[in-house]
């Protein structure tokens, strides 16, 4: 499955975000319920940056708020999404699963049309 985030940035954040996205870490690619049972992964992340906006478009297996709950417990995650706060033009919560959730039901977008050569 795939899916895409919105962001809309402050005006003039595009470099900062940029380079915010460039140097984060990687977050554990197993998505794991509370119990630490293996119920999804994460397969592929890309990012595009343009004027005032970026995207980050995910590939994952499983359910997506599995995905949701699993990345907002990811170190590497809440360390990005602590340095973007500033350069977001609408705050959001990224600290809390239930942050996490409302963030990917209300900046997510489902893949509608996936065409290869």
């Known amino acids: 499955m795939w899916m895409a985030l919105f962001f809309e940035l402050k005006p003039g954040h595009e470099d900062a975000v940029e380079e915010l996205f460039k140097n984060s870490g990687r977050p554990e690619h197993d998505v794991r319920d509370e119990d630490g049972n293996v119920v999804g992964k994460l397969l592929r992340t890309i990012v ?5 906006k970026a995207v980050r478009v995910i590939e994952v297996e499983g359910d997506i708020m ?3 709950r ?5 170190q590497e995650v809440i360390e990005l999404e602590a340095a973007l706060e500033e350069h977001l033009a609408q705050p959001r919560d990224m600290v809390t699963p239930e942050g996490a959730m409302q ?3 209300n900046a997510g977008m489902r893949c509608v049309l996936d065409r290869s050569a």
């Open 48 to 52: 595009f940056v343009g004027k005032e």
């Open 66 to 68: 599995a995905v949701s």
């Open 70 to 74: 699993h990345m907002s417990r990811q």
């Open 103 to 105: 963030f990917f039901a």
